[in-house]
């Protein structure tokens, strides 16, 4: 019998999502909103910043118990890297609410496309893997330089227990390719969408790099990949960063309907709604409040 397939938004608070994946008019966290769309969600704000405990302590209140989070490391970790001892223990004990709820889904570690191949960064992922280990939470890695898809890199994961990100981006050069590779029991994708023009472009606003919808057929590759890799995997989660105007929203809702999952269950103090929209809905009210964002 193969794995789950889980299907999230990598982030979940962005401004420009109010008024078309969220209500302008909603006070307070938008999770509980997002908990009904899907039940994971990769958070990217501990890459900029170690926060208290007390953040997840209060994401645990407004999402459902088999909701799951995906947590990235911080950038002294993967960018800034003379600086990761300086943040191993601030961030284990951020991160300590899910390990005790039993939420954490896995950790994230992104390395920028600068990371090149070489001796001293398989061993700085070596060290990283180890300082990770205590959590018992899946690690996976994320290369952005197609330097690393190779097979020897992914002999080395598998050998120090480390996942692989299977990444979308745009087809430039020495950025990595499409891959469906596992190599350990958790299958990652991570769909930044394809903007070639504004990838390396410097723009005022860093979303704009991710500012991309994808079409049918390059959503069905991906969801036949996540259907292979689960006949290996514990589990495969699917994570859109296509954020720009909550695009990446209408792809991971694309993307469970065509995987056929179901709804996720109501957060708990969500209210009911007497008709509850369907997926179907959803996508096309979305996607009409995107147009008329772009008209505005």
Not at 121 to 140: F, N, Q
Not at 187 to 198: K, Q
Not at 250 to 265: E, F, G, I, K, T
Request: hydrophobic share 40%; charged share 25%.
């Amino acid at each position: 019998m193969g794995g789950e397939i889980r299907v999230g938004t990598s982030g979940y608070t962005f401004d420009d999502w109010r008024g078309i994946v969220y209500p302008t008019s909603v006070k307070g966290s938008v999770l509980p909103h997002y908990a009904r769309l899907f039940d994971c969600v990769e958070i990217n704000t501990t890459f900029y910043r170690v926060p208290p405990a007390s953040l997840f302590e209060g994401m645990l209140r407004h999402v459902s118990r088999d909701f799951v989070f995906l947590v990235k490391v911080p950038r002294e970790m993967t960018h800034e890297r003379e600086l990761a001892e300086r943040v191993r223990e601030p961030f284990l004990r951020a991160i300590e609410p899910l390990l005790r709820t039993e939420r954490l889904g896995g950790l994230l570690v992104q390395f920028p496309f600068s990371f090149k191949r070489k001796d001293a960064s398989l061993d700085h992922i070596e060290r990283l893997g180890r300082a990770l280990a205590v959590t018992g939470a899946p690690i996976s890695v994320e290369f952005r330089n197609a330097g690393w898809l190779v097979e020897p890199v992914y002999a080395f994961l598998r050998e120090h227990g480390l996942g692989f990100v299977n990444v979308d981006l745009p087809e430039l050069d020495n950025l990595p390719e499409r891959t469906n590779i596992l190599t350990s029991d958790v299958a990652y994708y991570r769909l930044h969408g394809r903007n070639r023009a504004a990838w390396w472009a410097k723009s005022e606003n860093p979303h704009d790099r991710y500012d991309y919808l994808y079409r049918a057929d390059q959503l069905d590759e991906w969801t036949q990949k996540a259907r292979d890799a689960v006949g290996g995997a514990r589990v495969a989660y699917v994570m859109t960063n296509n954020c720009r105007l909550g695009q990446s929203v209408v792809s991971a809702l694309q993307l469970a309907q065509r995987l056929d999952l179901p709804m996720p269950s109501h957060p708990p103090g969500a209210e009911r709604a007497l008709f509850e929209p369907t997926r179907e809905q959803l996508i096309e009210e979305t996607l009409a409040k995107i147009e008329a964002a772009r008209g505005s």
